[in-house]
């Protein structure tokens, strides 16, 4: 009979230990890098580049909130002379004065837009659309935003992404 009560006994603290284990588990969080390959494209007059002619800095950084709302860092993007004059193998030349069009701005959630989503995009400061042309100058300095408020439940533990493509022309 004792070993009966020492089995009962011990059964009954090993499933209080188990229960308990539950309610005492640690918290936890998924952290997500993403990215892009970016790409430029160049022309026979104009190369696109980031800042001080770099090919490579053509990337930013985005922190949502949970609720899916952002401002992303700003990329600054330079319009230089195409000095080889060929598209195909180009070679930065000097800063050129560009018309800078806004052709596409998208933001997604695990790869899928959310319809209440608002992107906002600014170049050097100012609200541009679709279309939009920012004239005649070098450098611009774009930021995409997201700024709706999202249901948690719909944007949580997705991966964001924004991305914003431009076009320079001679100006």
Known sequence: MNNIK?????S????????????????????VWTGT????????????TGLAGDLTALNG???PSTDGIFESDSIVLESHVNDS???????IGALVAANWTLVDATVTFDGV??????????????AIAVGDVVPSVE??????????????AEVGGSTVQASVTVMADVA
């Open 139 to 152: 450098t611009i300095a774009t930021k995409v935003s997201q700024t709706a408020t999202l249901p948690e």
């Open 113 to 126: 837009a959310n319809p209440a989503q608002t992107v906002e995009v600014d170049i050097n400061g100012a």
């Open 61 to 63: 950084t985005i922190t």
């Open 12 to 31: 009954a603290l090993l499933m209080g230990m188990v229960l308990s284990a539950g309610a005492n588990a640690a918290s936890n969080a998924t952290v």
């Open 6 to 10: 020492k089995t009962a006994l011990a």
């Open 85 to 91: 004059g060929d598209p195909a193998a180009p070679t």
């Open 37 to 48: 390959v970016p790409v430029t494209n160049a022309s026979d007059e104009i190369v696109i």
